[in-house]
């Protein structure tokens, strides 16, 4: 059966015309131009806290990319709410808690989707340690050999207040966006999450400011795309 991806969520592929499409085709060009002079090859989202947007961010991210002709492998690395399999409608029977548990090759888990352009590697079942997995080195290493056959690879990671988990992810990554719910998350929690994005010398692209309306004047403290 041929499924297709879930549309709600991703809107830049049921609607490449609307204002959200357009939004996201200028969050990768403001993050082409923010990094002119970084090799930008790896790519991760993340937020201080769950649902902020972090995965309807980097997925729609993905087919915007996908879309301009790069290829592009998405990658769930949110062992603990793994969600990518709902946006795209796939199953995750096997993932990315595989391969670092050394139970699949890399090939194996990778999907194609009916996207052109766009790969999957879903988060595989929930592991019990998801921290001791992601910082065993492996990650880094799978991800390496990706490089070779992927233009942009995009990595989903889970939110930074409470576990190390998406600082690791941060920490191999060439360049994180994260992602804030500003009507959600107090501004403390925000300059913490950065403070630590910084202390693993994570390279922050800029902040999308999700799901909220704001004025310019919001906007000094950050490189804010706002994305609403
Ligand atoms: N810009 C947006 N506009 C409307 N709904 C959004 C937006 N961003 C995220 N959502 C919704 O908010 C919920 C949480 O988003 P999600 O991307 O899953 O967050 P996270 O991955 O950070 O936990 C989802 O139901 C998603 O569809
Ligand atoms: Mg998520």
């Known amino acids: 059966m041929h499924r297709s991806a879930n549309k709600s969520k991703l809107i830049m592929n049921s609607n490449r015309r609307s204002a959200i499409s357009e939004g996201y085709r200028n969050l990768r060009a403001n993050i082409q131009f923010s990094s002119w002079n970084h090799n930008l090859h790896v ?7 769950a649902g902020e947007g972090k995965t309807t961010t980097i997925s729609n ?18 062992l603990r709410h793994p969600s990518i399999q709902e946006i795209f ?18 090939d194996e888990v990778v999907r194609i989707t009916e996207i052109e352009n766009l790969s999957l590697v879903t988060a595989g079942p929930i592991p019990p340690n998801p921290t001791e997995l992601l910082s065993s080195g ?13 233009d942009i690879i995009l ?16 920490s191999i990554s060439d360049g994180v ?17 950065k403070e630590r994005l910084e202390s693993v010398k994570a390279h922050i692209l ?7 309306k704001f004025n310019k004047s919001e906007a000094h403290q950050y490189n804010y795309y706002g994305i609403q």
């Open 43 to 49: 790519m991760a989202v993340t937020s201080t806290q």
């Open 61 to 78: 991210l993905a087919v915007a990319y996908a879309q301009e002709g790069k290829s592009v492998l998405l990658i769930d690395a949110d």
């Open 89 to 106: 409608d796939v199953t995750n029977r096997t993932g990315l808690s595989n391969i670092l548990a050394n139970q699949c090759s890399c």
């Open 138 to 150: 492996k990650l880094h290493e799978v991800v390496e050999g990706w490089k070779e056959d992927f």
């Open 155 to 170: 990595i989903d990671t889970s939110p930074i207040m409470a576990v190390a988990d998406g600082l690791i992810v941060a």
């Open 177 to 193: 966006i994260l992602v804030v719910n500003a009507g959600k998350v107090k501004r403390q929690y925000i300059q913490k999450s």
């Open 206 to 212: 800029g902040v999308v400011l999700n799901n909220k």
